[in-house]
């Protein structure tokens, strides 16, 4: 697999995608938009992870560079993106429509002074905003303050909402590190990689807008999404030291 040459822009806007026809198209637009208003060398990539609806044409024609990993999940998807972006850095967030991308920018600046991961907080914890309906109850207060409080005390990963969808990494960094997941818990095993390496992080403030899907579902799913995460947490807790890649 010819993996792209990193760094030969400044920026990649990644979007993980399945089945997003309703929204897709319309976050590439924002997220195009957002890179010509502040003046940003960069591009737009689309991670389709097999969608079988027209995901991936309706990307393409709003400008999308799409790459396409056909087994499943949402972590081998995010991962394959970002590991084919072109950018010195990489902003990534979900394609339905419940994050605004013209809040790129301030991860981008987070980026450029020198942190290694800028994660978005959305709970009020670290002064993000849930719209109305844009969060299911047991995810905004049991699951994600659960997990975060032992992303917190066990790893000492310093963020509020570990489960945060919208996040900045610098794409050397990422590309050294391994990863051993590959669903919904990548997002927390970022994360944590990142925090045990004593990577430099920062959180930052984003707003959490319902999706704008008509005719699908969110791909989480509570509580198998949730015992996957423990099941990791206890996995590297007993783990031997991360690895990484030369």
Not at 24 to 39: H, I, K, P, S
Not at 65 to 91: D, N, W
Not at 113 to 137: S, Y
Request: aromatic content about 8%.
């Amino acid at each position: 697999m010819d993996i792209a040459p990193p760094h030969s822009l400044e920026l990649s806007i990644v979007m993980p995608c399945l089945n997003e026809a309703d929204t897709v198209a319309n976050c590439v637009r924002q997220a195009f938009e957002t890179l010509r208003r502040n003046g940003i060398s960069g591009e737009v990539v689309v991670a389709d992870n097999g969608s079988t609806d027209n995901s991936a044409a309706l990307s393409r024609d709003a400008g999308a560079r799409v790459v396409t990993t056909q087994k499943r999940g949402y972590g081998r998807a995010l991962s394959h993106g970002i590991r084919e972006a072109r950018g010195r850095y990489v902003v990534f967030a979900d394609a339905d429509g419940s994050y605004d991308f013209s809040e790129v920018p301030t991860f981008l600046h987070a980026l450029r002074q020198g942190f290694d991961l800028v994660h978005g907080c959305r709970l009020p914890a670290g002064n993000g905003t849930i719209m109305p309906g844009a969060m299911p109850f047991l995810h905004r207060w049991v699951g994600n303050p659960l997990l975060t409080l032992l992303a917190r005390v066990l790893f000492g990963a310093p963020v509020h909402d570990v489960y945060c969808g919208f996040k900045g990494v610098r794409h050397e960094t990422f590309r050294k590190l391994s990863f051993v997941t590959s669903g919904m818990e990548f997002s927390t095993e970022l994360v944590l990689r990142m925090a045990l390496k004593n990577r430099k992080i920062k959180e930052v403030p984003v707003t959490l807008y319902r999706d704008g899907r008509k005719n699908g579902r969110s791909h989480m799913r509570t509580i198998r999404d949730g015992l996957k995460t423990i099941a990791y947490f206890a996995r590297e807790l007993g783990s031997s030291p991360i690895p990484t890649e030369p």
